[in-house]
């Protein structure tokens, strides 16, 4: 589904009901550069390390930010029918209407390799660092890009039924139909430890850099993977009427049911900063690599976490008609 809020690791993206955006924090790399108050007909934002890519109700899209490695690359001018887009780190994937998709940016790692022009039928797309999953209407998947730690074992082409993918660095989790997961790629930090196995009833999945996070149908969730800054700590076992979750690179934020947070992990950062105690009535999260972003009910915007780049000067304070993409959320 598309969203109206998206964090880069230095910066963040807003929707807006009238179809333009809002952006702040890191003014390096052309960022912040005001060419994206000329965006209009904005539906969708996706944010990679340090570019960003919006989706307008033309099926065109717009990008701005670093372009070292082509993330910006004007190729993407020519892409025409996007229906939705990702971002990687350093590059990015557009899916068409037709179900093809197009991808530009670096390629170091085979992250562009002309192997996805031969995909057909995609319905969604996940980005990792260096490597990209798509998802086709077959319930099957197709991956590319760097397999330097597994990232595209072959194992994945034994997958069926899966309804959802989800990246983090150097691992990917498919949700399947029967609310039971599949995880492949590295596993140095247990990003892929066989515990995954025994959830059931889940209904989405976030991952950070090296841990996931899964949501249960309940409204509790499971966490595994890297816990070296308490990305898995226990804590999480006490959440009650979750019902969206995203992911940092070592924290994870929770949205509950009544509107309110819970925030677990690394706290070096202020990325878990009691803040966020106070906020109400949020119906959207994202985060970026060390700090949060949180959409209320009335179109305002909540930020809290690292600010070595601005990400949360207090210039998001003064936006407001922050387009509200979850309608059927309801608060308890």
């Known amino acids: 589904m598309n969203k109206s809020i998206s964090c880069g690791s230095g910066n963040s993206v807003a929707l807006k009901d009238d179809g333009t955006i809002e952006y702040w924090g890191n003014i390096g790399f052309n960022q912040y550069y005001p060419v994206y108050k000329q965006f209009i007909g904005v539906i969708h934002v996706a944010c990679g390390k340090e570019h960003s890519v919006v989706l307008r109700d033309t099926g065109t899209i717009e990008c701005l930010g670093f372009n070292i490695e082509n993330q910006c690359d004007p190729v993407y001018k020519t892409f025409t029918s996007v229906i939705d887009v990702f971002c990687g780190w350093y590059h990015s994937v557009a899916l068409k209407d037709n179900g093809n998709i197009e991808c530009w940016g670096d390629n170091r790692y085979n992250q562009c390799d002309l192997v996805y022009k031969t995909f057909t039928q995609v319905i969604s797309v996940a980005c990792g660092i260096y490597h990209s999953v798509a998802l086709r209407d077959t319930g099957t998947i197709v991956c590319w890009g760097s ?7 072959p194992v994945y082409k034994s997958f069926t039924n ?24 590295s596993n140095k930090y247990n990003q892929c430890d066989p515990v995954y196995k025994s959830f059931t009833n889940i209904i989405s999945v976030a991952c950070g850099l090296n841990h996931s996070v899964a949501l249960k149908s309940d409204g509790t969730i499971e966490c595994w ?12 076992k006490t959440f009650s009427g979750v019902i969206n979750v995203a992911c940092g690179g070592f924290h994870s934020v929770a949205l509950k049911s009544d509107g309110t947070l819970e925030c677990w992990g690394d706290n070096d950062y202020n990325q878990c900063d009691l803040v966020y105690k106070s906020f109400t009535n949020v119906i959207d999260i994202a985060c970026g690599n060390s700090h949060s972003v ?6 305002t915007l909540e930020c809290w976490g690292n600010n070595y780049c601005n990400q949360c000067d207090p210039v998001y304070k003064s936006f407001t008609n922050i387009k509200i993409q979850y309608k059927d ?3 308890k």
């Open 294 to 299: 949180a959409l209320k009910d009335d179109g």
């Open 329 to 331: 959320y309801i608060l």
């Open 162 to 185: 899966i309804i959802s993918v989800s990246c983090g660095n150097n691992h990917s989790v498919a949700l399947k139909s029967d609310e039971t997961l599949e995880c492949w790629g």
């Open 147 to 153: 397999n330097v730690v597994n990232q595209c074992d």
């Open 225 to 236: 993977g890297a816990n070296t800054r308490n990305q898995c700590d226990s804590v999480y």
